[in-house]
């Protein structure tokens, strides 16, 4: 049962909506199921004498009431309205338990607490079988306004308590950090317009996507106006800097003007203030030199989501809270430079975990510094590691799971939920991109005395996992990434014994094919010696810079393109 709050100026505007026939005659039979005094409150959809119009006023005369008698000083957003409605599959509840619904939230968010004879006067009306609306003025008997702080968390908690007690699905917990859901209006929009997403969905998931990309407020800004989406700063009258921001989708228009969002309306942790927290301010031209192994993000990518792993098995809250959001950017940004049909996959991954990267816990971006600027290093990428991409979906897949159980040991369950979503769309990715490369390992299997050899180096280096792992049928896959280690330099034995190191195998259902993902992010000792050789010899040349935004704003566009 979900419930949403907000607030408007008229009273006439909302009462016409609810008897009306909807926006695409979606409405039916519209009727009043309960109210402040069902004797003095006519009902416009129960009257067969007087017209529509007339029912309407009468029904507005009566519920504005206290306002009128305010005179000049009536508030300006005075109307409460909050639409409640059972999840997808839960039965139809009759007027009468609509009725109930409505009186226990009214009560429970401080519209008219119960045995309150001054309470604000409100009405609940039903015009489809799975909601009700109920409609309030914010103006009480005695011409004090009603104490409806925290009042949409109120209302979700006595929702929680009517699905135990009705027998409906229960649903997750939030904790005022959920951004805001699409109006009626911005869905009907959408689907007149053949989009799939609401105008404000669209934008939240860019703003999302760009952030995690770049490094300045300013490149924030450009790069979004790259993407064809309009941007209003709002300037300070005092101090004349930058406060916040308002975003619009291309054509997206209501009456020939654009249609704004402020960041923060789009969510919590897109205003200006959370992106300045987390984003650097320097300039373009500041950002470190491109490496010369273009590999290397990758490595320091999987890395840093191995350390992040260890923080959401700490007891500091702040710094995994922390590691959670740029964990969220790694994601975009992972999805942003890889190739292939598990691409979607990850993209889903990261639009669902956005709901997961934030909570009540407020978060130290310091501390995932690391993880953060080896997430942004991944956009600009542009090499095709193959394998090393797949290690690093393997490495992301156990951090999702991982924060979904962090969530849960602390009551979070919307973002738990969020994360377990997350996790399965990168389980699907990785078995998408991962199956196709562990059979041709495994076909590529060396010679059986190379792999009996190879047995003999797991025994001794991991003498309490070597039957789980030989039973494993990543197995015969794990023996070519052991020999193709071997000719890049490593010795196997410590190799085994380096990698099984970086975690605990204890609870992985297939230990060979997390050894072997490991195994595959470890560096070409070969190759970097070889380096270090034509280094010192050859004629210092200045490191190529990275490659431009464009780069970005030409993969983020691609992502764009459907609006």
């Known amino acids: 049962m979900v419930p949403d709050v907000s607030t408007g100026a ?15 005659d979606e409405h039916t039979d519209p009727h009043i199921v309960a109210a402040w005094d069902m004797a003095g409150a006519p009902d416009p959809g129960r009257d067969p004498e007087a017209t ?46 609509w009725a109930e619904v409505a009186r226990r939230v009214v009560a429970a968010t401080g519209i008219a607490p119960e045995g309150d004879e001054r309470a604000c006067r409100w009405i609940a009306v039903r015009h489809a079988d799975d909601h009700i609306h109920i409609m309030a003025t914010t103006v009480r008997a005695d011409g004090r306004r009603p104490r409806t702080n925290r009042d949409g968390w109120r209302a979700q908690r006595e929702c929680r308590k009517i699905e135990a007690e009705f027998g409906l699905r229960r649903l997750k917990s939030g904790d005022l950090t959920a951004p805001r859901t699409p109006t009626g209006a911005e869905r009907a929009k959408a689907e007149r317009q053949g989009q799939k997403d609401t105008a404000r969905e669209w934008l939240r998931e860019q703003s999302y996507a760009v952030a995690a990309a770049v490094r300045s407020i300013d490149e924030y800004f450009t790069v979004l106006r790259s993407l064809g989406i309009q941007v209003r700063p709002r300037i300070g009258s005092e101090t004349g800097e930058v406060t916040g921001y308002s975003l619009a989708a291309p054509g997206d228009t209501a009456s020939g003007e654009p249609v704004w969002y402020g960041g923060s309306k789009l969510a919590p942790d897109l205003s200006y203030n959370r992106l300045c927290e987390r984003l650097a301010t320097q300039d373009l031209a500041d950002r470190p030199q491109q490496v010369a192994d273009p590999a290397e993000p990758w490595h320091r990518a999987e890395t840093a989501i191995r350390q992040a792993h260890a923080f959401l098995d700490s007891d500091d809250d702040v710094a995994a809270q922390g590691h959670l959001d740029a964990f969220g950017d790694t994601l975009h940004n992972l999805a942003l430079a890889t190739h292939g049909a598990h691409r979607a996959e990850l993209q889903a991954a990261a639009r669902e975990f956005n709901r997961a990267r934030r909570s009540a816990i407020r978060a130290d971006h310091r501390a995932a510094t690391y993880l953060r600027e080896a997430a942004k290093e991944l956009a600009y990428a542009t090499h095709d590691p193959g394998g090393l991409a797949i290690a690093l979906v393997f490495a992301a897949l156990h951090v999702a799971r991982a924060a979904a159980k962090w969530h849960e040991q602390r009551g979070h369950e919307q973002q738990a939920a969020a994360a377990e979503e997350a996790f399965r769309h990168l389980q699907a990715g990785y078995q998408q991109a991962a199956q196709p490369v562990l059979a041709d390992l495994t076909r590529r299997a060396p010679r059986a005395t190379t792999i009996s050899r190879f047995e003999q180096d797991l025994r001794a280096a991991l003498p309490d996992h070597a039957d789980r792992v030989l039973a494993d049928p990543a197995w015969p896959a794990l023996t070519t990434s052991l020999a193709r280690a071997e000719t890049a330099g490593h010795t196997p034995r410590h190799l085994l014994a380096e990698v099984a190191a970086l975690q605990e195998l204890d609870t992985a259902d297939r230990p060979a094919e997390v050894l ?48």
């Open 10 to 24: 008229s009273t006439p505007g909302l009462i016409n909506y609810l008897f009306g026939k909807g926006r695409r």
């Open 52 to 97: 529509y119009t007339q029912l309407a006023r009468r029904l507005d005369h009566h519920v504005d009431l206290r306002t009128r008698e305010l005179g000049g000083k009536k508030p300006p957003q005075h109307v409460w309205h909050c639409p409640v409605r059972t999840a997808p599959g839960d039965r139809y509840l009759t007027d009468a338990e």
């Open 516 to 563: 072997n993902w490991r195994i595959t992010v470890q560096p070409n000792r070969r190759a970097q010696a070889a380096r270090k050789r034509s280094t010192r010899i050859a004629t210092p040349v200045a490191p190529a810079q990275q490659p431009t935004p464009t780069t970005v704003n030409d993969r983020l566009t691609e992502r764009g393109r459907h609006r």
